[in-house]
């Protein structure tokens, strides 16, 4: 069975103050990573995929990275409007065919100004 | 593109009622997936469709749980009879193919009183 962990649960920085969050994912075949964005009554806004240990994906403030057992998104001097819950989802190979995404519970994030 | 379009947005409704939730998924996304998310449980994905046939329905909790889409612009979710249990956020999502990131609606808030 396909499972997601994300870690802190919960975290609360400085505005400026620079941390990473984690995902740690075990799965029988990986077909992709995504990190998602989630903001209070909306859904989950895509950020990025990554297929490959080593990959790298950079968005403004927020760099993603993979190995083969964890995802981290690094976020660099967070700004206010970077607080949201961020999402962790794998996507298996050939599991009976399935697509759908496995997904961690997420890391809740609040910049302080 | 108006995004994937989810109503009601809000439902509270009685143990024991029919609860119908519908969904119109992006044009042109021929994989449509139902997602609910819970603080307890995150989010879990239903059931998905590819070009309007049910491929994978193991995530429905029970017999009370159906899905249809009758056409590719689109679908629905019924819960009857509705539980307690039941309350929770319900996502719909569309992907143009299996490797495309998903497009979240903005959900349906159920309450079941």
């Known amino acids: 069975e396909d499972q997601v962990t994300q870690s802190p649960e919960a975290l609360r920085l400085q505005e400026g103050e620079s941390s990473s969050l984690n995902c740690s994912y075990t799965?029988?075949?990986?077909?992709?990573l995504f990190w998602y964005r989630q903001d209070p009554g909306k859904g989950p806004e895509f950020l990025f995929t990554?297929?490959?240990a080593g990959e790298e994906k950079e968005k403004e403030r927020l760099k993603a990275t993979l190995t083969k057992k964890e995802s981290f998104l690094h976020i660099t001097a967070p700004k206010p409007e970077d607080s949201a819950t961020y999402l962790c989802a794998v996507q298996a190979l050939g599991r009976g065919g399935a697509d759908g995404l496995t997904f961690g519970k997420g890391t809740h994030l609040i910049i302080q100004p | 593109d108006a995004g994937v379009i989810q109503s009601p947005r809000h439902e509270v409704t009685e143990m024991g009622q029919e609860v119908t939730l519908r969904c119109k998924p992006i044009?042109?996304?021929?994989?449509l997936f139902w997602y609910r998310q819970t603080m307890m449980r995150g989010l879990e994905l239903l059931i998905y469709?590819?070009?309007?046939?049910?491929?994978?329905d193991s995530g429905m909790p029970e017999d009370r749980f159906s899905a249809k889409m009758p056409n590719a612009s689109f679908s629905t979710l019924k819960i009857q009879p509705s539980e307690p249990r039941d309350s929770a956020v319900y996502f719909c999502?569309?992907?143009?193919?299996?490797?495309?990131?998903?497009?979240f609606g903005n959900g349906t808030r159920l309450t079941v009183t």
């Open positions: 044009s042109g996304h021929d994989y």
């Open positions: 999502a569309s992907g143009r193919d299996r490797n495309s990131p998903l497009h």
């Open positions: 990554l297929y490959s």
């Open positions: 469709f590819n070009n309007n046939v049910p491929i994978d």
């Open positions: 799965v029988s075949g990986l077909r992709g």
